[in-house]
């Protein structure tokens, strides 16, 4: 069982922004901001979207952003497209060299 | 490019010992730098972090399954082991090997699906 929350859907239409949240992130994690997102289509493997919070790697679109804010962390994804439709993962650094991953979040694009 | 691929047996019988194989290619497997993910996802679920090894070999283990699994890696053959002994039909999942860097998984592998059943 998750120690972390999610919403299990959200959408928006062509063009809006949805954001995601995900609670429960860790005040114990040694001051590491080890926060990241992941986007999985059907079938396929999760890519990585977002770390360390708010860094998007190499090739990620700037319209996907994250924060975080106490023990919440947030990804939005502006401009949504259609090609966006996808689940929506989220994990945290728990401390003591332990991981956790949100149970995730269906976006559609209506 | 980085390419990671598992492999193993796609099906169990109850108590037996599951064992996945993470073949690394197109990047060094020892480095100080990355560290390497087991992670896994039950059919229509979410993601579970398993463990990890970094390459001083340190191995941390999610502790919900601590006390079954064992990760290992061969730099010789740039490979990295999965073993969980005891498997029942909760451990039915996809299985996927991750390079690990500042907390975040930024390349996996394909996934394999590993059923248990009798």
């Known amino acids: 069982q998750s120690a972390l929350t999610q919403p299990p859907s959200a959408s928006g239409f062509p063009g809006q922004s949805v954001t995601i949240s995900c609670t429960g992130i860790s005040s114990d994690a040694g001051g590491y901001n080890y926060v990241s997102w992941y986007q999985q289509h059907p079938g396929k493997a999760p890519k990585l979207l977002i770390y360390?919070?708010?860094k998007r790697p190499s090739g990620v679109p700037d319209r996907f952003s994250g924060s975080k804010s106490g023990n919440t962390a947030s990804l939005t994804v502006s401009g949504l497209q259609a090609e966006d439709e996808a689940e929506y993962h989220c994990?945290?650094?728990?401390?003591?060299?332990?991981?956790?991953f949100g149970p995730g979040t269906q976006v559609t694009v209506l | 490019q980085l390419q990671l691929q598992e492999s193993g047996p796609g099906l169990l019988k109850p108590s037996e010992t599951l064992s996945l194989t993470c073949t690394v290619s197109?990047?060094?497997?020892?480095?100080?730098?990355?560290?390497w993910d087991w992670i896994r996802q039950p059919p229509g679920k979410g993601l579970e972090w398993i463990g990890n090894?970094?390459?001083?070999?340190?191995?941390y283990y999610n502790p919900s399954l601590k006390s079954r699994v064992t990760i290992s890696v061969d730099t010789s053959k740039s490979q990295v082991f999965l073993k969980l002994n005891s498997v029942t039909a909760a451990d039915t999942a996809i299985y996927y090997c991750?390079?690990?860097?500042?907390?975040?998984?930024?390349?996996w592998g394909q996934g394999t699906l590993v059923t248990v059943s009798s």
């Open positions: 991750a390079r690990g860097w500042v907390g975040a998984s930024d390349s």
């Open positions: 994990r945290a650094y728990m401390g003591s060299n332990n991981y956790d």
């Open positions: 197109g990047g060094a497997i020892s480095s100080s730098t990355y560290y």
């Open positions: 360390e919070v708010n």
């Open positions: 090894i970094y390459y001083s070999g340190s191995t």
